[in-house]
């Protein structure tokens, strides 16, 4: 099991589902004893029973299984120490959070360069991928969706397109009130979620 993700399960079996529930947005079943949470515009099933994270829908296998070592983390983190925060609206670059230059090191780089490289001519493309994982158009680059990998934990993927003078880019931003959520290792988790379905 990924480091981190057996102490979480410990942790959600041991918390109140009523105060889970209210704290990160999500619903409790208590006969099958499994939470519901919405996640890129799908429902995820958070089995305390059998300790696994599940969804009826068939999009979600990619977040579930190719992307499990992110989002497993991430969903149960988030669920054990989200807080009943609302959204600032204010957007925020992740090099802007408290040790967040740790986004843009080593091994832990966002690929950003990629999802640049993938779209930078294909806008449509890119429109087409963040609609289809339930993302909201914003006004920001050439095109911008907030995706909500979490229900308190939006992210804001930004492209612009290459042309004749600069290099395609693409930028992510989180709501200023993300911090309050869940620490740093676990943003860095939700970006590489956010960026990696999309590509």
Not at 146 to 160: C, D, E, K, Q, S
Request: glycine share 8%; with cysteine; net charge negative.
């Amino acid at each position: 099991m990924i480091p981190g993700l057996e102490k979480a399960w410990d942790m959600l079996e041991d918390m109140d589902p009523d105060d889970v529930c209210r704290r990160a947005q999500a619903s409790f079943d208590s006969v099958t004893r499994r939470f519901t949470l919405r996640s890129f515009g799908m429902d995820l099933h958070v089995s305390l029973a059998d300790r696994t994270i599940t969804s009826d829908d068939s999009r979600a296998e990619v977040l579930v299984k190719r992307l499990s070592c992110f989002s497993g983390l991430s969903v149960l983190w988030y669920m054990v120490s989200a807080r009943g925060v609302p959204l600032s609206g204010r957007p925020v670059q992740p090099s802007n959070l408290k040790g967040g230059d740790v986004f843009f090191r080593g091994t832990h780089v966002l690929p950003l360069d990629q999802l640049a490289g993938r779209y930078g001519r294909d806008l449509d493309g890119f429109i087409t991928k963040a609609t289809g994982w339930g993302g909201e158009e914003r006004q920001h680059g050439d095109a911008a969706f907030m995706l909500y990998p979490l229900p308190r934990i939006p992210v804001v993927l930004i492209m612009w397109r290459e042309d004749e003078e600069f290099p395609a880019r693409a930028d992510l931003l989180f709501d200023s009130s993300c911090e309050s959520h869940v620490p740093l290792d676990i943003l860095w988790s939700v970006a590489m979620m956010s960026i990696l379905i999309c590509m």
